[in-house]
């Protein structure tokens, strides 16, 4: 096998490699996971969103195979957004006074938040930023946030 500096020819500018194989991951779904979902939409009338630096299909894949969300419901508008689109709807947070004088963050554009909360199912290419955003929206409408992942990153979400 050549080396990659010895497979480049700089007079031709055209690289002369071989291709020798690829290989795919696949972590799959627990069933665990799979019945918990379940019994937490269906018994508990609890709201699931998937959050997720993925890319949207493999989001969409895990919301699926999870019973996140159901098929008929990945067509419908407003059920998956990437985290940029979501920053971009909501706008920054802004300092305000609630009612008892106590200074809290709320979003510039409340309304879209409301609305993009009665659609949202499955938040793509999120950064830590987006999920702490989400988590602060839903806490200032007085919804219970509960979150969980497997990164440092995930902490910020639920500071």
């Given amino acids: 096998m050549r080396q990659l500096d010895q497979a480049i020819d700089d007079e031709r500018g055209s690289i002369e490699l071989t291709f020798i194989g690829a290989f795919g991951l696949n972590d799959p779904i627990r069933e665990a996971a799979k019945s918990c979902v379940r019994y937490i939409t269906e018994n508990a009338g609890i709201k699931i969103i998937l959050v997720s630096g993925d890319h949207e299909e493999t989001a969409k894949s895990i919301a699926l195979k999870t019973g996140i969300v159901k098929?008929?419901?990945l067509d419908r508008e407003g059920t998956v957004m990437t985290g940029?689109?979501?920053?971009?709807?909501?706008?920054p947070l802004v300092e305000v006074l609630n009612e008892g004088g106590v200074t809290e963050n709320q979003f510039e554009n409340k309304e879209p938040f409301i609305d993009i909360m009665q659609k949202l199912k499955i938040l793509t290419r999120a950064t830590p930023e987006d999920k702490r955003l989400l988590s602060i929206g839903l806490k200032n409408e007085k919804i219970v946030v509960s979150a969980f992942g497997q990164s440092y990153n995930d902490i910020e979400a639920i500071k």
């Fill in 71 to 73: 098929n008929e419901e």
């Fill in 84 to 91: 940029e689109a979501f920053r971009n709807a909501v706008g």
